[in-house]
Structures are given as C-alpha cells and as structure tokens.
C-alpha cells in the first residue's frame, strides 16, 4: 500500500492551488472596493442632504464653495469651505473622508472639523465647473449649483453638487470647463471605474466621469436643462 503524495503530485496542487488564488484573489478585492463604494456612497448621501438642511436655514440658498471669514481678501488658510457651512447637520467630520482614500491631499492636513478649512483635504468636493470658464473669460455656458437658491436648477433630481476628490474642496476643471469636459484625475475613477456624485435632490448615484457632462444632450453639472 502506497504512503503519501510524490513530488509530481504536490506540484500539481500547488498549482491548482495557484491557479484557484489568481482567479479568486481579484474578485476578492473588487468585493471589497464595491463595500468601499456603497461606504461612500452613503457619506456622498448624507452631505447633499446635510446641504439641502443648510439650505433651508439660509433663505433655500445652497452653501458656497468657501468663504473669506478672515477678512484678508485673499483665499487662505483661514477661511471656511463648504465642509464647516454643513458639519452642524450632518454632526460627523469622518463622512468627508473616503473609505477608499484616507489619506486626501491637504496642505495642513486631513479635514477635521476646524472652522479654517480651506487648505485642508477630504475625500468630496463641491462642483464649481463651468463657473471658473466664465470668470476666466469663457462662455458662461452653464450655472452650477453652489450658491443657488434650491429653486434655481431646473430639475433638481439632475444636477450634481458635489463629487468625489482627492482632497480639494471644489473641482472647476480650469482653465477650460465648458461642455465636454471630463475628469480624469484619480477620484473620477476611485470607485471601479467610477465615482460617487451627491445631487441637489438630495440622492446620491455612482457614475462614470464620461456621462457627468456630455459635449451634447443634458450636463449633470449645469442647473439649466440643455
């Protein structure tokens, strides 16, 4: 009676064994970047709403991408973005930050709650495309939403407030950002290929960064209906 496995046989299941890992360990990663992303999704939920609450306190006036609340006439340190305007309802600063990206850029730092917030990185930025084209001397082709009234958008169900970053606070596309453009920095594709997008509706959705704003047919970052 034969004891034991020969050298062949072995090599054989070590192979299989090799084999079975190649091909289960990526569908393991994707399992969990997709419980990243459903992770995400529900932070990018809870800002837009946590918006649309700021919104109703302040004349149904959408928050700004940052104000100057140091005075100094100058975009520092010291003043306040979007992130501080909305942390009193949504009472969490951990929900800014991306379960897939811990870690955003910042110049002082991961956000956490100060009222000075503005060189400070997060996993989610406020749109702010197609406005910067027109404050360089392009065409004001679209209006996006910070800053509205929750009024303004001609279909609130369609027009995205804010996505996701690497750690800026908005996201223009400058120098040119008129329709057609698309993001290709890393968090428009942070999510398998995608990116989560909070609407001023107040719903949350997973999108490709080439369906945000086609050159022609309906812009996801204008308030006005093309």
């Known amino acids: 009676m034969r004891k034991g496995f020969t050298l062949i046989e072995l090599l054989v299941v070590i192979a ?56 100094s006439g100058a975009e520092d340190d010291g003043d306040m973005t979007w992130r501080s305007m909305i942390l009193p309802y949504v009472k969490n600063r951990q929900i800014f930050i991306c379960p897939s990206d811990k870690n955003p850029d910042g110049s ?16 989610y930025a406020i749109v702010t495309a197609h406005w910067q084209n027109a404050a360089v001397g392009g065409s004001p082709d679209a209006t996006p939403a910070f800053g509205q009234s929750l009024g303004t958008p001609e279909d609130a ?8 970053s690497t750690g800026a606070h908005e996201i223009t596309g400058e120098p040119s ?9 890393a968090a428009a594709t942070r999510h ?12 949350a959705k997973w999108l490709k960064p080439s369906v945000l704003c086609p050159a022609s047919g309906d812009c996801l970052l204008s308030c006005e209906r093309e």
């Open 16 to 71: 299989i064994i090799a084999i079975l890992a190649s091909i289960l360990f990526p569908v393991f990663a994707r399992a969990r970047e997709k419980a990243r992303q459903t992770n995400c999704l529900s932070n990018a939920k809870q800002l837009v709403l946590g918006a649309t609450m700021y919104a109703q306190d302040y004349d149904e006036q959408l928050p700004y991408e940052d104000f100057d609340i140091n005075g």
């Open 108 to 123: 002082v730092g991961i956000y956490d709650g100060r009222t000075g917030d503005y060189n400070m990185g997060s996993g």
């Open 157 to 164: 169900s369609a027009v995205i407030l804010l996505y996701e």
């Open 177 to 185: 950002n008129a329709h057609g453009y698309v993001r290709t920095d």
């Open 192 to 203: 398998n290929g995608g990116q989560n997008c909070g609407f001023v509706d107040g719903h």
